[in-house]
């Protein structure tokens, strides 16, 4: 378990992390592979990438890919935090309320 705290201090060129659908990845080793380059991925270092990673539409490959860097998961409370954040925004944005 990893809280999004301590993925932020894991922005570094030599030491990235991120988060894609709760899930925590060390993508360190990974930069230099990267199909897309590594420079995107110092971009989103230490953040919730996952908007960035689904608009590019990465293939079942890159998901597979994937699976080698990840490291551990957000706790439940860390991703209500987001969610809830997310949901209030959306409404209010929406009118709804
Ligand atoms: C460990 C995480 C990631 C893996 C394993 C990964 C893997 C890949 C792979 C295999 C490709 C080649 C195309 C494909 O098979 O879909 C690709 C392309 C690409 N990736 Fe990623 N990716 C990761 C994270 C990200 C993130 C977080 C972003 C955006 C911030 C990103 C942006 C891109 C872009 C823009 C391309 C397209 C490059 C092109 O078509 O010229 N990737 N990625």
Do not use: C
């Not at 060390?26 to 930069?31: N, S, V």
């Amino acid at each position: 378990m990893y809280t999004l705290e301590e993925v932020q201090e894991h922005n570094k060129t030599d030491d990235v992390w991120i988060v894609l659908h709760n899930k925590v990845y060390d993508i360190t080793r990974y930069l230099e592979d990267h199909p897309g380059g590594s420079a995107i991925l110092f971009e989103v270092a230490g953040t919730d990438a996952t908007e960035a990673f689904e608009e590019t539409g990465h293939s079942d490959e890159a998901r597979k890919e994937l699976e080698k860097y990840h490291i551990g998961d957000l706790p439940t409370e860390g991703r209500s935090k987001l969610s809830t954040f997310s949901r209030s925004f959306s409404r209010t944005t929406n009118g709804f309320d």
